[in-house]
């Protein structure tokens, strides 16, 4: 079964992309946990980050520290957290969050939705910080 984020990468659900290349994504949480929180998807879809492939995973990294350095530059947060949980999509994804307080982790505070525009905007901003490509 198709999962959320493979239609959201195919552009049939809207997403606020920061990040496209041959193996990933990365785009704009929903349900942010802080302004900026990135998930960084890879296109194929694999259930447990245990089960992608080690080339797969090592890229989902670099992304992540890339995405975690314009997030830095962007917001100033006191740091820039990643956790992989998997329990909410079964596609694996990267949560990258800026953050000021452990409590900036913790899915208890992500917000049940986020306005477009506050996306567009907290993307752009991270945009702005990524190496040219």
Do not use: K, Y
């Not at 998807?41 to 975690?68: K, R």
């Not at 997030?71 to 949560?95: D, K, W």
């Amino acid at each position: 079964m198709t999962t959320v984020f493979s239609r959201i990468i195919a552009g049939e659900l809207p997403g606020t992309f920061v990040w496209r290349d041959e193996v990933c994504v990365g785009f704009l949480s929903i349900n942010p946990i802080n302004r900026g929180h990135v998930l960084v998807v890879p296109i194929e879809e694999v259930d447990h980050w245990l089960d992608l492939a080690s080339g797969v995973a090592e890229h989902l990294m670099g992304v992540s520290q890339v995405i975690g350095r314009a997030q830095q530059a962007a917001f100033s947060p006191s740091r820039v957290g990643l956790m992989i949980a998997g329990f909410e999509v079964p596609h694996v994804h990267v949560h990258v969050i800026p953050m000021d307080s452990m409590a900036d982790i913790s899915f208890a505070n992500a917000a049940r939705s986020a306005d477009p525009h506050d996306l567009r905007a907290a993307a752009d901003a991270i945009i702005a910080h990524l190496p040219a490509r």
